[in-house]
């Protein structure tokens, strides 16, 4: 469990899959990420983070409100596959009215800061799609930088998406790392 000053990054609940695939019914949210989420595909992702949290000790979190316990999201690190195979990624997705009060900020410098403290890597990265300006500004004001020549066509969006293209993003290991 990671606790900021607003949230707390935990590992999932069952009580957490409504709310997710809620939140996977929001045009807004799915926007850059693809067509809204069956309660099925929510149960999967749900599957997986728990997987993750348990084979690794780390997963993209749940995001949980301190001030009222409600489940905002998630947000956290995983190790990358497929096409990021070796590197951590950082990745992040809230409910839309919790946008744009610095809860993604907050938790993916929570996560970061948990990757370096826990973590022997030494970089972090994250993707998104060039359009997700949102994402990949957070990305900018977390320190990450952008790596063009190595964007991607992302191998599990169909080819002829226009979500297939994302863009990749890393940030470095401070030296010496020290916590805030």
Not at 56 to 84: N, V
């Amino acid at each position: 469990m990671i606790e900021t000053e607003r949230l707390i990054l935990r590992g999932w609940r069952e009580a957490d899959i409504v709310p997710f695939h809620a939140m996977g019914q929001d045009a807004d949210v799915m926007r850059y990420l693809g067509p809204p989420a069956t309660m099925a595909d929510a149960r999967a992702g749900y599957d997986r983070m728990v997987a993750r949290q348990s084979e690794h000790g780390y997963c993209f979190w749940a995001a949980e409100r301190k001030a009222d316990g409600a489940f905002l999201g998630f947000c956290g690190l995983q190790p990358g596959y497929a096409f990021l195979d070796g590197e951590i990624e950082i990745g992040w997705r809230l409910r839309h009215d919790a946008w744009g009060q610095g809860y993604a900020r907050e938790a993916a410098a929570a996560s970061l800061a948990w990757g370096w403290a826990n973590l022997d890597a030494p970089r972090i990265t994250a993707i998104t799609v060039l359009a997700n300006t949102r994402s990949w500004r957070l990305m900018e004001r977390l320190g990450m930088t952008r790596y063009p020549d190595e964007d991607f066509d992302h191998p599990g969006v169909a080819d002829d998406s226009p979500l297939k293209r994302h863009i990749l993003y890393r940030i470095t290991r401070p030296s010496p790392y020290r916590p805030a």
